[in-house]
């Protein structure tokens, strides 16, 4: 049998943003033929990405600029665990408007954590206002068809 490349979405979200923008990388990446686990932040253990060959992060920004409270010990972890030969890709949900100097940075935060395993950034972090609109849908699918041809 043909091994399938395994991807798993780990997410935090409050109001739906980023459940939505998860489902529309679920929906994706099993387009493009890929075995898919979505996992909520609160379920994932810190090396939940072990057995995957792609890891996804997506995920709000709360507080000042900060990552979820119940990504929080999945964030601290993630920077110490050894990710090299797996390859990694973020997206952000957040508020431009009203937060424009902290906009999703908990997904730069991600960025710097998944650096620090040695994990390969397959696709540059997308950055979403609130909820996927047309036009974001087109850069998710951008992001899905990099992360399968890194
Ligand atoms: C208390 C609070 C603080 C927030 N702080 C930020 C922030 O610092 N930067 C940002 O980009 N968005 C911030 N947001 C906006 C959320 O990240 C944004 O609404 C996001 O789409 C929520 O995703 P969800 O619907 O998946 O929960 C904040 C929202 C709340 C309620």
Same mark, same amino acid.
């Given at each position: 049998m043909v091994q399938m490349t395994v991807v798993k979405i780990v997410y935090a979200s409050m109001t739906g943003n980023v459940e939505g923008i998860s489902e529309i990388l679920e929906e994706k990446f099993k387009a493009a033929g890929l075995e898919v686990e979505r996992i909520e932040a609160d379920d994932a253990?810190? @090396?939940?990405? *072990? @057995? *995957?060959d792609l890891a996804v992060v997506a995920t709000y920004t709360y507080g000042v600029g900060e990552v979820p409270d119940e990504f929080e010990d999945f964030y601290n972890a993630l920077s110490t665990e050894t990710l090299s030969g797996k390859v990694y890709g973020v997206v952000g949900s957040g508020d431009q408007e009203m937060h424009a100097t902290t906009f999703c940075r908990a997904a730069d935060l991600f960025e710097a954590a998944f650096e620090a395993t040695g994990? %390969? %950034?397959?696709s540059a972090t997308v950055k979403i206002d609130q909820d996927a609109e047309a036009d974001d849908v087109t850069r998710l699918q951008t992001f899905v068809d990099e992360l399968v041809k890194a």
């Open positions: 253990e810190s @090396d939940v990405f *072990a @057995d *995957a994990a %390969q %950034q397959g």
